[in-house]
């Protein structure tokens, strides 16, 4: 089935850095999302993009919708302790939603 | 409160005993689905139902059986369960299909582990 590909695997920052992560698709989507998953819960969403360029912030997120429509990027400035978790990018296709492998993000304080 | 809720949250199974995972939502959504999560490989989708009565397979639908007899329920059932379904198994719904099934709300997860 259709992949996306989420880089980095996984990052462990310092409190107070920026974070970026992107992910990449061999095909092109008319929606990109990104999730964040806490440890013991199901995945939320964080920022939906609907049109290729948009650039659309959610607090310190801010998450862009690539103009090739084949890539987004979800950063996060000034990182805290509570934005530990699993960040995941989605995107449909046909009927299915299919995600990436997640980035892991851990935070020292 | 909105929400999609999962039982049981954890369970330990031998091979071959059948199980069945249960999903209920009670925001009236058109669309419930499962996906599974493995290390690495993020969530995969194993099936997916548009409205009662109407499912289909995802990307690793083997080994799983679904039924969507009602619009709030839709259980995840396991004939003869195996090791390699040993997951985290999460149930999520979606008010419908096409671009507002993006918008997923998930449960809180069931941990499926079979000996």
């Known amino acids: 089935g259709q992949q996306l590909n989420q880089s980095p695997q996984s990052m462990f920052i310092q409190e107070g850095e920026d974070v970026s992560m992107n992910c990449t698709s061999s095909s092109i989507f008319n929606t990109w999302l990104w999730y964040k998953q806490e440890p013991g819960e199901g995945p939320v969403l964080l920022i939906a993009l609907y049109k290729a360029g948009e650039l659309t912030s959610n607090g310190r997120l801010t998450a862009q919708f690539g103009i090739t429509r084949k890539d987004s990027f979800l950063n996060i400035s000034a990182s805290i302790p509570s934005d530990v978790g699993i960040y995941f990018c989605?995107?449909?296709?046909?009927?299915?939603?299919?995600f990436g492998a997640g980035t892991i993000l851990r935070v020292k304080s | 409160e909105a929400q999609v809720t999962q039982n049981p949250r954890y369970l330990i199974t031998v091979t071959g005993k059948k199980l069945t995972v249960t999903c209920s939502q009670n925001?009236?959504?058109?669309?419930m689905s499962w996906y599974r999560q493995d290390p690495g490989l993020g969530l995969r989708q194993i099936y997916y139902s548009m409205n009662v009565e109407v499912t289909d397979k995802g990307d690793v639908p083997e080994g799983y059986k679904v039924s969507r007899k009602e619009k709030r329920n839709f259980p995840l059932i396991l004939e003869s369960p195996s090791p390699n379904q040993t997951s985290l198994y999460f149930c999520?719904?979606?008010?419908?299909?096409?671009?507002?099934?993006?918008?997923?709300?998930f449960g809180a997860g069931s941990r499926l582990t079979v000996l």
């Open positions: 989605a995107g449909p296709y046909g009927n299915k939603l299919v």
């Open positions: 925001m009236n959504h058109e669309y």
């Open positions: 999520a719904s979606s008010l419908s299909a096409g671009p507002g099934a993006n918008v997923l709300t």
